[in-house]
C-alpha cells in the first residue's frame, strides 16, 4: 500500500508520524510511505525582486529543516519511505500528490503550524478531507 505523508514539522505531524510507526497494520514493510512537505509559494513579484534561484534555495533550505529529522526517524523505524517538497497551496499540492502516486491512504495531523488552524481541525485536513478520493487518517 502507498501511504502519503502530508509533514510540515508541527506537534501533529510528529504525532502522526508516531502513530505511524506504532501501528505495522497501517504501514508495514512492504509498505511505501510517501512523505511530502509543501513549502509556501513566495508571490511572483518577491520572486523577480529576490531571484528564482534564491527562492528555490529558500524553499530547499526550510523543507530540509522539516523532512531531516523525519527521515532520520523512519530510518531508525526501517520504513520504507521517500521524501520530497513542492511549494504552492498546502491542500492543493497534497490532493496532486495523492493523485500522481496512485496513493490508498493519506495519513496526516489535524492541525498545522498556522494560528488559526490551532484553534479548529486546520484548512488544510479540512479541504483534504473534502476532496480527497481516497481515505484518509486524521491524527490529532
Not at 24 to 30: L, V
Request: aromatic share 4%; net charge positive.
Amino acid at each position: 500500500m502507498k501511504i502519503l505523508f502530508p509533514a510540515d514539522g508541527s506537534v501533529f505531524t510528529k504525532k502522526a508520524l508516531a502513530f505511524i510507526v506504532t501501528h505495522e497494520n497501517i504501514c508495514g514493510p512492504e509498505d511505501e510511505l510517501i512523505v511530502l512537505n509543501v513549502q509556501v509559494a513566495i508571490p511572483h513579484r518577491v520572486q523577480r525582486m529576490v531571484g528564482a534561484t534564491t527562492v528555490r534555495e529558500y524553499h530547499e533550505d526550510e523543507a530540509t529543516k522539516v523532512l531531516k529529522s523525519i527521515d532520520r526517524f523512519l530510518t531508525k523505524h526501517k520504513l520504507n519511505f521517500r521524501s520530497s517538497w513542492v511549494a504552492g497551496s498546502a491542500a492543493t499540492e497534497i490532493l496532486k500528490a495523492a493523485d500522481k502516486e496512485k496513493a490508498h491512504m493519506i495519513v496526516m495531523g489535524t492541525h498545522g503550524h498556522g494560528l488559526i488552524g490551532r484553534a479548529v481541525m486546520g484548512s488544510v485536513a479540512q479541504r483534504v478531507l473534502a476532496e480527497a478520493n481516497i481515505p484518509i487518517l486524521l491524527v490529532k
